[in-house]
């Protein structure tokens, strides 16, 4: 296993211990004020993120993709927005609607990604990809920290992974107009 699958690993193991803090720690550690617990949630998302950068930075960087890397980082990346959208809508801190389809879009286009690459298509992420979810990731952060604009960064996470869902199934549905002819 090489150190991009082990940052990738790593944020799997992250996004269970951020789910595990962010919605029980205050019911945990009740003498606690709620801004240290954001604090400290935070502090593990923000870790998980800069291992989500990493992880690609260096597999591209010392050519170490692997087939292994190819599935993990995806899923772990899931994972990790998985547990900040849920953990925050059971705080009522995100509103049900977005997370609803954030999640929908993200499970639909994971196993959509898997169709197109069967067929050929390159299904890495596309710039769009990466801006969705660094404003996910932004999202999460105010949220946790309820920042002014927190909701505001939501509903931009919301428009642009629902656009970059919409590029992969439009890719696609060229690809087989194409492939007819």
Same mark, same amino acid.
């Given at each position: 296993m090489n150190l991009p699958n082990i940052l990738a690993t790593f944020r799997?193991?992250?996004?269970?211990?951020?789910?595990?803090?962010?919605?029980?720690?205050?019911?945990?550690?009740?003498?606690?004020?709620?801004?240290?617990?954001?604090?400290?949630?935070?502090?593990?998302?923000?870790?998980?993120?800069?291992?989500?950068?990493?992880?690609?930075?260096?597999?591209?960087?010392?050519?170490?993709?692997?087939?292994? =890397?190819?599935?993990?980082?995806? @899923?772990?990346?899931?994972?990790?927005?998985?547990? =900040?959208?849920?953990g925050l809508m059971?705080?009522?801190?995100?509103?049900?609607?977005?997370?609803?389809?954030? @999640?929908?879009?993200?499970?639909?286009i994971t196993g959509f990604r898997v169709v197109m690459a069967s067929d050929g298509l390159n299904v890495s992420a596309s710039m769009i990809g990466k801006i969705k979810t660094t404003f996910q990731m932004l999202a999460i952060g105010f949220l946790i920290m309820e920042w002014i604009g927190g909701s505001v960064l939501l509903w931009v996470a919301v428009f642009l992974t629902l656009y970059s869902g919409f590029e992969y199934v439009y890719a696609y549905v060229k690809f087989i107009k194409e492939k007819k002819n």
């Open positions: 799997i193991l992250l996004a269970f211990m951020f789910f595990f803090f962010l919605v029980n720690f205050g019911q945990i550690f009740t003498q606690i004020h709620q801004s240290w617990i954001n604090y400290f949630t935070a502090l593990i998302f923000v870790i998980a993120c800069v291992t989500d950068f990493f992880d690609g930075y260096i597999a591209r960087k010392w050519n170490q993709i692997t087939k292994l =890397g190819a599935i993990i980082d995806p @899923l772990a990346d899931k994972m990790l927005t998985m547990a =900040g959208f849920l059971m705080l009522d801190r995100a509103n049900a609607w977005a997370v609803y389809l954030i @999640l929908v879009r993200e499970f639909f």
